[in-house]
Antibody, heavy 119, light 107 residues
Framework: QVQLQESGPGLVKPSQTLSLICAVSGASITRDGFSWNWIRQSPGKGLEWIGYIFYSGRAYSIPSLKSRLTISLDTSKNLVFLNLTSVTAADTATYYC???????????WGPGTTVIVSS | DIQMTQSPSSLSASVGDRVTITCRASQGIDGYLHWYQQKPGEAPKLLIYAASSLARGVPSRFSGGGSGTDFALTINSLQPEDLATYFCQQSSSTPRTFGQGTKVEIK
């Protein structure tokens, strides 16, 4: 059974870099055909898909974050990373990682990790 | 980007009622439409994929339909545990986009 678990600092100061980890268990991130996605949800708001990465290394970030967001993999440790630079209060959210599988649906989600940007 | 518009944004229904939520895409997305349920304080969970296929373990009172640009999620015989916000999402193109959500409350 595939499981995802996000982890992060909880609190980040404005202008600093947010670094999150998604630990994948029960499946290898090197398995072809799956992408590893990051979605965020600001307090009381809807879901915002922010990017994904494939095992091949092909990655995509939404244009509004493209200059600040990096998504990467550590295949030896089965980890997916999110790095978001120059954070502001607008980046305060719960961040979820999710696997995109059949028909490109997000069929496995982590429980999420909440990040607050505040001085 | 493909815009996804859900309606209504919220609804209140009684246990046993039939509830329908609609989702419209700004352009055709074939069958790459998925529905998620998010209960309070929890992560979203896949309910329906490819417009009409029930995800594993999802009760049969949930069903989905539609094609092209117009889709619907139906809950037959609403149960108390269906209290949640429901989101549609398209995966026809990148960036993936979600509807704004429909909050379902129990009368």
């Amino acid at each position: 059974q595939v499981q995802l678990q996000e982890s992060g600092p909880g609190l980040v100061k404005p202008s600093q870099t947010l670094s999150l980890i998604c630990a994948v268990s029960g499946a290898s991130i090197t398995r072809d055909g799956f992408s590893w996605n990051w979605i965020r949800q600001s307090p009381g708001k809807g879901l915002e898909w922010i990017g994904y990465i494939f095992y091949s290394g092909r990655a995509y970030s939404i244009p509004s974050l493209k200059s600040r967001l990096t998504i990467s993999l550590d295949t030896s440790k089965n980890l997916v990373f999110l790095n978001l630079t120059s954070v502001t209060a607008a980046d305060t959210a719960t961040y979820y990682c999710a696997r995109e599988g059949g028909y490109s649906s997000l069929n496995v989600w982590g429980p999420g990790t909440t990040v607050i940007v505040s001085s | 980007d493909i815009q996804m518009t859900q309606s209504p944004s919220s609804l209140s229904a009684s246990v046993g009622d039939r509830v329908t939520i609609t989702c419209r895409a700004s352009q055709g997305i074939d069958g790459y439409l998925h529905w998620y349920q998010q209960k309070p304080g929890e992560a979203p969970k896949l309910l329906i994929y490819a417009a009409s296929s029930l995800a594993r373990g999802v009760p049969s009172r949930f069903s989905g339909g539609g094609s092209g640009t117009d889709f619907a999620l139906t809950i037959n015989s609403l149960q108390p545990e269906d209290l949640a916000t429901y989101f549609c999402q398209q995966s026809s193109s990148t960036p993936r986009t979600f509807g704004q959500g429909t909050k379902v409350e129990i009368k």
